[in-house]
């Protein structure tokens, strides 16, 4: 059992409360004491203590039936900007990510071969941006080490290994996260149809595929920090993997291996891959080469689906990144050939499409987090 001083004790309610505020903006004092336990002189409290200090503001009147009206609360959005990162591994976004969670898209670039490259034009782009926190949450295709900064291992950034990504950046802290850990947890703060859920496998479909898994409501990290390395389950006896084996998921399943098939014999048009993965959903009705190789991806898809409903037994697998560009005659096969897979106890799992897009769902992962550990700070 944790013992916490009254001091700590009074931080974590005063974040519990600015974090009821910011997922559910709009909320009145009494809904943040139902949905927090905590009695309503101490949410009035702490809420006029972080009004004083314009972290949050009222807006509006929510009407109640018994004749008491409430005041409606926002977080504001201006308090702090910092900058946050989704690292891909060929295509790259800088997003300012502001107090109330929400991001903007400020920069993209396509990711340099070398960390050296990398980060020398991300310090370069950050630089541009003065009066932002000295906190920057980077989303990477890989693992990172309990510290969270340094980057472990990304087999698909040109394999990666141990690099100290805080060096690079000299006046700021930086804490590097999963991309998928980060998806999962955009899904789970932005959708409440998600959140609601307790067991959830989010499946983030990239140029390789990541996993997050939520347990009991709480992203699993395991003892190493490397849960939900799915995309290296190895599967097959074909398909080489950047991880060093052969037969991985993500060896044979990814966004990048599905247009490299397509492109064997026709070319595909579109900028980046996910352009071309996008397209190659697109024609899958009309074009039979299409229709053949995206067949051939869900087949691989369902495989591993099956198995982590076998190892897991979730209420809900969300399939994300580029998976929501997925046909929906596709899906609807996943989703049938899934259950019907699955081990009998597992047969009600649901299986949903992300409801954020590719472009969105890291970057938005890196904003939620960042806002909530720079209140950690701030409250
Ligand atoms: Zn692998």
Not at 80 to 92: C, E, F, M, N, Y
Not at 133 to 146: E, H, N, Q
Not at 174 to 200: S, T
Not at 272 to 279: G, I
């Amino acid at each position: 059992m944790e013992v916490y001083s009254l001091k700590q004790a009074k931080t974590i309610n005063k974040l519990r409360v600015l974090n009821t505020i910011r997922f559910e903006p709009g909320v009145t004092r009494n809904m943040i004491s139902e949905k927090t336990g905590l009695d309503p002189s101490t949410v009035t409290k702490l809420v006029n203590e972080m009004k004083r200090k314009r972290m949050i503001y009222e807006k509006g009147i929510l009407p109640s039936k018994l004749g008491r009206h409430s005041k409606r609360l926002y977080v504001n959005r201006d308090f702090s900007k910092a900058i946050v990162v989704d690292l891909g591994v060929t295509h790259s976004i800088v997003g300012i990510s502001f107090f109330d969670g929400t991001v903007e898209v400020v920069d993209e670039f396509d990711t340099p071969d070398t960390p050296e490259e990398c980060f020398r034009v991300l310090t370069e782009k950050v630089s541009r941006f003065p009066g932002v926190f000295p906190l920057i949450v980077i989303g990477v295709p890989g693992s990172v080490d309990k510290t969270h900064k340094k980057l472990a291992f990304a087999p698909n950034l040109n394999r990666w290994r141990d690099i100290d990504v805080e060096k690079y950046f000299k006046v700021f802290e930086v804490y590097l996260e999963n991309d998928a850990n980060l998806a999962a947890l955009a899904e789970m703060m932005r959708n409440k149809h998600f959140g609601d859920r307790k067991n959830i496998v989010y499946i983030l479909v990239r140029e390789g595929i990541g996993g997050g898994i939520i347990i009991e409501g709480k992203l699993y990290k395991g003892s190493f920090n490397a849960a939900g390395e799915i995309g290296h389950m190895k599967m097959y006896d074909r398909g080489p993997c950047f991880c060093g084996r052969v037969g991985c998921w993500e060896a044979n399943t990814s966004i990048s291996h599905c247009v490299r098939q397509y492109e064997k014999k026709k070319p595909l048009p579109g900028n980046t891959m996910y352009e071309k993965f996008e397209t190659l959903c697109r024609i899958y009705e009309e074009d039979p080469l299409a229709k053949e190789v995206l067949d051939e991806f869900t087949g691989i898809l369902i495989d591993g689906i099956v198995n982590l409903v076998n190892i897991l037994s979730p209420e809900i697998v969300i399939v994300g990144g580029e998976g929501v560009f997925l046909p929906e005659s596709v899906f609807e096969v996943i989703v049938s050939e899934t259950r019907r897979q699955v081990h009998p106890m597992d047969k009600e799992v649901s299986v949903e499409k992300g409801s954020l897009s590719n472009k969105e769902v890291v970057l938005e992962g890196t904003s939620i987090l960042s806002s909530m550990m720079i209140s950690e700070r701030l409250v």
